[in-house]
Nanobody, 125 residues
């Protein structure tokens, strides 16, 4: 069983930066592809980025490409999301999630079996 705990959310002005962290407990962190999702009020949960178990492969939503960077430190059992040049439309609750495979099965939430509780990110204009 894997437990995920996000941190690093907060309130920043447009154009600012935040780094989210997701600490994983349990064994075999490097065996799981990981992802970040977000959900704004009244909207469905949407894919932000994902990374393979080794960290060698990453994918991003078009809306964050070039601004956000996903990374992981398997020695520390931690997933990161560096968010730069943030926009008001980035405001949402951000969730980290774990796939049960190392290569990742896709960007849909249905492929992710482990979820954190979420951290609020608010961007002011």
């Amino acid at each position: 069983q894997v437990q995920l705990v996000e941190s690093g959310g907060g309130l920043v002005q447009a154009g600012g930066s935040l780094r989210l962290s997701c600490a994983a407990s349990g064994r075999g962190f490097s065996s799981y592809a990981m992802g970040w999702f977000r959900q704004a009020p009244g909207k469905e949960r949407e894919f932000v980025a994902r990374i393979s178990g080794s960290g060698g492969s990453t994918n991003y939503a078009d809306s964050v490409k070039g601004r956000f960077t996903i990374s992981r430190d398997n020695a520390k059992n931690t997933l990161y999301l560096q968010m730069n040049n943030m926009k008001p439309e980035d405001t949402a609750v951000y969730y980290c999630a774990g796939d049960s495979t190392a290569w990742g099965r896709g960007s849909s939430p249905k492929w992710f079996v482990y979820w954190g509780q979420g951290t609020q990110v608010t961007i002011s204009s």
